[in-house]
Each structure stands twice: as C-alpha cells, then as structure tokens.
C-alpha cells in the first residue's frame, strides 16, 4: 500500500514537499514514481527514483524545479518530491507508484508501475 500525502494550495513560485510511504511490501526493493493528473488531462510521468536512490529521471516540465529522493534510511519505503518555483500549470493531482523493475534508470510509462497511491492535489494560483 502507497499512501501519498503534503499537498496543498499554494502560490506561483512557491514550494511543496511530497512524501509517499510504502507499507506491507517490500517497496525498498522497488523504483518509486511520481505521476499527476490535471483536470480534463491524461495522467503524466513527471518523475521516477531507482530502488538504490541513484538514478532519477524528470519529465522536461519539472527539470530543475523538483526534486525527488528516498530516505536513506534501511528501509528506504519513503520517496518525496520537492517541488519548487511551482506554476499553476502544475496544479494537478499528484500520484506516487511503484515499479517492481530493478534496472536502472528507472522507468517512466504509466503501465509499468505495478502498485499506486490514491494521490494528493497540489493547487498552484497565480
């Protein structure tokens, strides 16, 4: 089970912190995704952390704006995103998932991800 939370309502340039906390599987072994749905749109990638923590991936519309880690702790089941000088255009519910691929980089296709959170809505005004 994936359970996403730290949304909110912010302004232009603000920043947010993501966290997703998995339970009840091993999903320190697992790459750890981010992906988000803004109204009327398909569901996005927009970023992706190996099992290791090593190897990231960013879709282009966030690159240089967030930031996604897991804690070092052993059982690495956390993943955040920071997400800084946010743009309403990033309003969107923002969902976590888990790839049980160990290769790295990790992936960045929405069927890939075996395990999903219920999402957090992040809501950017300008």
């Known amino acids: 089970q994936l359970q996403a939370s730290g949304g909110g309502l912010v302004q232009a340039g603000g920043s947010l912190r993501l966290s997703c906390v998995g339970s009840?599987?091993?999903?320190?072994?697992?790459?750890m995704g981010w992906f988000r749905q803004a109204p009327g749109k398909e569901r996005e990638f927009v970023s992706a952390?190996?099992?290791?923590?090593?190897?990231?991936?960013?879709a282009d519309s966030v690159k240089g704006r967030f930031t996604i880690n897991r804690d070092s702790a052993k059982n690495k089941n956390t993943v955040y995103l920071q997400m800084n000088s946010l743009k309403p255009e990033d309003t969107a519910v923002y969902y976590c998932?888990?790839?049980?691929?160990?290769?790295?980089?990790?992936?960045?296709?929405?069927?890939?991800?075996?395990?999903w959170g219920q999402g957090t809505l992040v809501t950017v005004s300008s």
């Open positions: 998932a888990a790839d049980r691929f160990t290769q790295a980089p990790p992936r960045v296709a929405i069927y890939e991800y075996d395990y």
């Open positions: 009840g599987g091993t999903f320190s072994r697992y790459a």
């Open positions: 952390i190996s099992w290791s923590g090593v190897s990231t991936s960013y």
